[in-house]
T-cell receptor, first 112, second 111 residues
Framework: EPEVTQTPSHQVTQMGQEVILRCVPI?????FYWYRQILGQKVEFLVS????????KSEIFDDQFSVERPDGSNFTLKIRSTKLEDSAMYFC??????????FGSGTRLTVV | ELKVEQNPLFLSMQEGKNYTIYCNYS?????LYWYRQDPGKSLESLFV???NGAVKQEGRLMASLDTKARLSTLHITAAVHDLSATYFC???????????WGAGTKLIIKP
């Protein structure tokens, strides 16, 4: 069964540093997403990406965040100048035309 | 705006008992998802419910969807300790395929 692959599985970074979280969505999916889950809390939508541009973004997704699909297969989330409160599990997901979702296994980001 | 409410948020029960988790959503949605999450782990897809009256079962878990009532339920039959986890429901927004999540139900099953 096709999978969404995320790397790394765990990233520790110092406050103020930039991180890039990587995702390889399912190849024939058209929509790509990043979600975030702070420890013990609910899953929150960050951004959706379609046709090589952002289609929706939440209030959380401010200028600190950016997404890119640099090579037609990878889908990346960049967080500039990380803050302690950015520590969370970040999930990538992709979906086809009908909205069927597949989530990656997540990247646990720890900002120290 | 689509909102999803789950209840209860916390449930402690004995093995062998039955219980139901409820998921209400506020506006029309094409799909309702149930996920399981173990502490510190990823989201495990349990069920996708597509239409009114849909019922799906896997082992001791059964999910149903009533689109008219905007209600989905996750029923646990004869609970066992291995089912201890947090269970999330999520509804798909028709307009942009964004998932709106419930707050999760933390289920603890005591031997």
């Amino acid at each position: 069964e096709p999978e969404v692959t995320q790397t790394p599985s765990h990233q520790v970074t110092q406050m103020g540093q930039e991180v890039i979280l990587r995702c390889v969505p399912i190849s024939n999916h058209l929509y790509f997403y990043w979600y975030r889950q702070i420890l013990g809390q609910k899953v929150e939508f960050l951004v959706s990406f379609y046709n090589n541009e952002i289609s929706e973004k939440s209030e959380i997704f401010d200028d600190q965040f950016s997404v890119e699909r640099p090579d037609g297969s990878n889908f990346t989330l960049k967080i500039r100048s990380t803050k302690l409160e950015d520590s969370a599990m970040y999930f990538c997901a992709s979906s086809g035309q009908g909205g069927g979702y597949t989530f990656g296994s997540g990247t646990r980001l720890t900002v120290v | 705006e689509l909102k999803v409410e789950q209840n209860p948020l916390f449930l402690s029960m004995q093995e062998g008992k039955n219980y139901t988790i409820y998921c209400n959503y506020s506006t029309t949605s094409d799909r309702l998802y149930w996920y399981r999450q173990d502490p510190g782990k990823s989201l495990e897809s349990l069920f996708v419910l597509l239409s009114n009256g849909a019922v799906k079962q896997e082992g001791r878990l059964m999910a149903s969807l009533d689109t008219k009532a905007r209600l989905s339920t996750l029923h646990i039959t004869a609970a066992v300790h291995d089912l201890s986890a947090t269970y999330f429901c999520a509804a798909l927004m028709d307009s942009n395929y964004q998932l709106i999540w419930g707050a999760g139900t933390k289920l603890i099953i005591k031997p």
